[in-house]
């Protein structure tokens, strides 16, 4: 029957030939009279040209609207598959329009409509959800009292100016289908659907979900893997395949005194652009044009933002703290006071003894991020975190219920196309369905999954690689700096080193991140998941590891091992017996992994704004450039809908994806050591002000994870990296204040002395012995030098052996990381608990709705059979009047 309506569509269209031909000459060319719809539309004196007919949204026949295009070239040599794929399209049910473009007449554009029968068949199988009975509204009974207090309280609010966040109600209209209960699709029971307009029932959004749905399983080849349209976009048998936008997203009439020309129109003024950043956002606009997945991601981004402004503040309130109270740190005034301290070598042979007030500078840098409140912050990112989740939940849930998504995770999915032709062979019967499906055998499924950890452990070992060359690299140039002609890099070769290394590990994630995203690819493939939900699993799973592990690998390096393992003066640890490994900076190790976050950070941000922003505003520049040169204004503002939207910059092959991995890895990198860098929540919350998900269970996983691993990073970067835990040992146990049981100021005078130790020049290796004697700093040469250390003197017993006050601070940074860590994942857990992921009053709603849902469909039923039993009697009288 496929064949014999192949054929007769063929015959309708005047196309004779052989089925296998690329015929073309059924084309809606302009001005040529060589397609059938263009004479019969000459024929008929009451229908207008084609091109006067529809503004680019419908067919040349005005009524049948284009739910997706197809676009390729008449030069590609792959036409046989198009003519397949375009059989087989055809076979389904949908209808086809081709028309040459405009600007290019190689560019032929494939016109697609899905009627009516194909629309109610496919949203069966798919399971959408359609509105079928208005939603009934409650009230929860209140007490008198508490219905005074209400309108007291509104009378108050009129006396206050409106919300400059929200938008004026007469602007936004009446949406009807989030006041509507929904249920999944089904024929059979049409007439419990509200369907007011046959052509209006299914939105643009579902009428192009369900067309790509099915471009995603026709075949272009006979064989049983030969399926799809992504398939046939990869082998460039199409150049582009694109749903169309509802008109132009501008208009030079007001929309307050003329209304929207269209959906895209009133999304633009109520939402994106520029004018309107600070208002709330329109979410079920966003869900009504562009469907629930990508208001979803909209409404968690909009969350996300809205919870990084407390974050950002307090943040930013302990950077003042630490700016305010700098002229009051004692270490900082010891530091830039030691003129005659003389600090050791931070490389072989090439560095100079340095005074330690030479670091006075860097000293109040690491003040203005580590001082008394960089503690309570962190406490306060790990609590944060988890109250943005926890309410996030919360928020998720009335987004589900407004938009009847409740059970949408739960439905049972279909089978990938991919998955069925590989192992259509081998069929089990499924237990929830009852029909034979294709299985997969489990030694095929885990020999897969085994050669896919495989290649995600070699490629984490790549990362290794990379982040031990910039180890290389920071060792090696160190020295190179210290001897550099230019007197600014030469005294400051540390911090040359660190920026250089950074800029470098920022040039190796970009690079390493394009072939991330291949090798993710493959694997995914390579495991042949069952659903699509599956494949977005692992695929999410794999490119989460993969960039976070790129990203963050050297930032751990900095934060817990530079500086911990390089030993002492005279018996340095050496990397392959050559290198010295490199020591921190005299003022600390956290203004290192200050610079590599901020640096990272700011980098990052701004290159994914301008591959964003920047890069498609160009490209759209350019394209509209070389149509206004080629073609003129005039010309270009009468191109059709499907011309203007090809010239648009394509969207990435993975939809949100890109958006999702993005704000997930901010999220990491705004917690995860957000007690080195506690700016780091006011440089994400400026990025999406700027910028500006469906989240699954995979997705809530990794940020679940991601907030107990930065309970522990910023443990330990509190008790290892900073200062903090020396400090406290010095105040309590060795400072002028010990035993007394305070911690002020004043109780830190001698704690840089106490924290140094003594090295004998004379005991240096040969090949660490400097080449310049000191003599230049204080006029005669060195025989002691300073190092960060805790160590006896050469003089004594055990000399360069651990002194007990190592020890202690060791002693007190495990205890801290242990009382940290349990008294935040207890905080943590009680607000978890406390906070239920559903609202007590949607809880009541959703159980009294479902008991009116049922309600509802027993009672349409009785009133259908009803309906019938008055119809039979009505004829049944009829036929006895008629009677002789």
Same mark, same amino acid.
């Given at each position: 029957m496929k064949d014999v309506n192949v054929l007769l569509e063929r015959v309708r269209s005047g196309d004779t030939s052989s089925p296998s031909r690329d015929d073309d000459s059924t084309l809606l060319n302009p001005g040529t009279p060589s397609s059938i719809l263009d004479e019969n539309s000459k024929s008929n004196p009451g229908l207008p040209e084609a091109r006067s007919k529809s503004s680019g949204l419908c067919f040349s026949d005005g009524k049948s609207s284009i739910d997706y295009i197809l676009v390729y070239r008449k030069s590609s040599s792959l036409s046989e598959k198009r003519e397949v794929f375009e059989r087989n399209i055809r076979a389904e049910g949908l209808q086809m329009e081709k028309e040459a473009s405009i600007t290019n007449s190689d560019v032929i554009f494939l016109k697609l409509h899905a009627p009516w029968d194909v629309l109610c068949r496919y949203a069966e199988l798919m399971n959408i959800r359609m509105p079928f009975r208005r939603k009934i509204f409650y009230m929860n009974r209140r007490h008198k009292f508490m219905s005074r207090m209400e309108k007291r309280i509104n009378k108050f609010r009129g006396w206050l100016p409106r919300k400059p966040m929200k938008f004026d109600s007469d602007t936004l209209p009446d949406l009807e289908e989030n006041e509507s209960f929904t249920a999944p699709f089904s024929r059979s029971r049409i007439h419990h659907f509200i369907i007011h307009n046959k052509d209006t029932f299914f939105n643009n959004a579902t009428r192009s979900r369900i067309v790509h749905h099915i471009l995603q399983r026709v075949k272009y080849e006979e064989g049983k893997n030969k399926m799809g349209l992504n398939r046939l976009l990869s082998n460039n048998s199409y150049e582009a395949a694109f749903p169309l936008h509802e008109g132009k997203y501008h208009s030079k009439n007001s929309i307050r005194t003329h209304g929207a020309e269209n959906q895209r129109h009133l999304l633009y003024e109520c939402w994106a652009w520029w004018g309107v950043w600070y208002k709330y956002q329109p979410l079920d606009l966003i869900r009504r044009y562009f469907g629930e997945k990508i208001g979803l991601y909209f409404a968690w981004l909009g969350w996300y933002t809205g919870m990084l402004f407390p974050a950002a503040l307090v943040g930013l309130l302990v950077f003042l703290y630490g700016f305010f109270t700098l002229?009051?740190? =004692?270490?900082?005034?010891?530091?830039? /006071?030691?003129?005659? %301290? !003389? @600090?050791?070598?931070?490389?072989? =042979?090439?560095?100079?003894?340095?005074?330690?007030?030479?670091?006075? %500078?860097?000293?109040?840098?690491?003040?203005?991020?580590? *001082?008394?409140?960089?503690?309570?912050?962190? #406490?306060? @990112?790990?609590?944060?975190?988890?109250?943005?989740?926890?309410?996030?939940? +919360? +928020?998720?849930?009335?987004?589900?219920?407004?938009?009847?998504?409740?059970?949408?995770?739960?439905?049972?999915?279909?089978?990938?196309? =991919?998955?069925?032709?590989?192992?259509?062979?081998?069929? +089990? @019967? *499924?237990? %929830?369905?009852?029909?034979?499906?294709?299985? /997969?055998?489990?030694?095929?499924?885990?020999?897969?999954?085994? #050669?896919?950890?495989?290649?995600?452990?070699? @490629? !984490?070992? %790549?990362?290794?690689?990379?982040?031990?060359?910039?180890?290389?690299? +920071? #060792?090696?140039?160190?020295?190179?700096?210290?001897?550099?002609g230019w007197a600014l890099i030469r005294n400051n070769s540390q911090v040359a080193t660190t920026g250089t290394a950074v800029c470098i590990n920022f040039c190796i994630i970009m690079l390493l991140n394009v072939l991330y995203e291949k090798v993710a690819l493959l694997l995914t493939n390579l495991e042949q998941p069952r659903t699509e939900s599956e494949w977005e699993n692992s695929f999410t799973l794999k490119m989460f590891l993969f960039q976070f592990v790129n990203l963050n690998s050297s930032t751990f390096y900095i934060a817990f091992f530079l500086g911990r393992f390089t030993g002492r003066p005279g018996a340095y640890l050496r990397l392959i017996n050559r290198w010295k490994l490199e020591e921190c900076h005299p003022s600390g190790c956290l203004i290192d992994l200050c610079m590599q976050m901020g640096i990272i950070m700011v980098l990052k941000q701004t290159w994914n704004n301008f591959m964003e922003l920047g890069y498609p505003l160009i490209q759209n520049w350019w394209t509209r450039r070389r149509l206004r040169r080629e073609h003129g204004e005039t010309a270009k503002a009468s191109f059709p809908q499907w011309e203007r939207d090809y010239n648009l910059q394509p969207m990435n092959a993975y939809g949100l994806f890109d958006e999702y991995l993005e704000m997930i890895l901010q999220f990491g990198f705004t917690t995860i050591f957000v007690a080195a860098f506690p700016l780091a929540p006011l440089l994400a919350l400026l990025n999406n002000i700027i910028v500006f998900f469906d989240l699954s269970r995979i997705w809530y996983g990794i940020l679940e994870g991601i907030g107990i691993l930065s309970v522990i990073t910023n443990a330990f970067v509190i008790a290892v990296t900073s200062d903090f835990i020396p400090r406290l040992v010095y105040a309590y146990k060795y400072g002028p204040c010990a035993g007394q049981g305070r911690a002020g100021e004043s109780c830190m005078m001698g704690y840089v002395n106490a924290s140094l130790s003594v090295f004998r020049v004379s005991d240096f290796e040969k090949r660490s012995e400097p080449q310049m004697s000191g003599s230049e700093l204080n006029g005669e040469a060195v025989n002691y030098c300073r190092y960060r250390d805790y160590r006896e003197p050469p003089d004594s017993a055990e000399p360069y052996s651990y002194t007990l006050q190592f020890w202690h601070v060791l002693a007190a940074r495990l205890a801290f990381i242990i009382v940290f860590e349990h008294m935040v994942f207890a905080i943590k857990t009680l607000i978890a608990y406390l906070i239920p992921d559903l609202p007590k009053d949607l809880r009541d709603r959703m159980r009294r709705e479902k008991y009116l849902i049922q309600e509802m469909m027993y009672e349409a039923e009785l009133e259908r059979l009803q309906k019938e039993k008055n119809e039979k009697k009505r004829k049944d009288r009829t036929h006895h009047k008629e009677w002789p």
């Open positions: 002229e009051h740190c =004692q270490v900082s005034k010891e530091i830039c /006071q030691a003129t005659d %301290i !003389i @600090m050791c070598p931070i490389c072989d =042979q090439y560095c100079p003894y340095l005074k330690l007030s030479d670091s006075c %500078i860097y000293a109040k840098v690491t003040h203005l991020f580590d *001082n008394g409140a960089t503690v309570f912050f962190a #406490v306060f @990112m790990a609590v944060w975190a988890t109250v943005f989740l926890e309410f996030w939940k +919360r +928020r998720r849930a009335v987004l589900a219920y407004d938009w009847d998504l409740i059970d949408w995770e739960e439905e049972e999915e279909e089978i990938r196309p =991919q998955f069925e032709a590989k192992y259509s062979k081998k069929e +089990r @019967m *499924n237990p %929830i369905s009852g029909k034979p499906e294709p299985h /997969q055998d489990f030694t095929d499924k885990y020999s897969r999954l085994i #050669v896919s950890a495989s290649g995600i452990f070699f @490629m !984490i070992l %790549i990362v290794i690689a990379a982040v031990f060359g910039i180890v290389i690299y +920071r #060792v090696i140039t160190v020295s190179t700096f210290a001897a550099f």
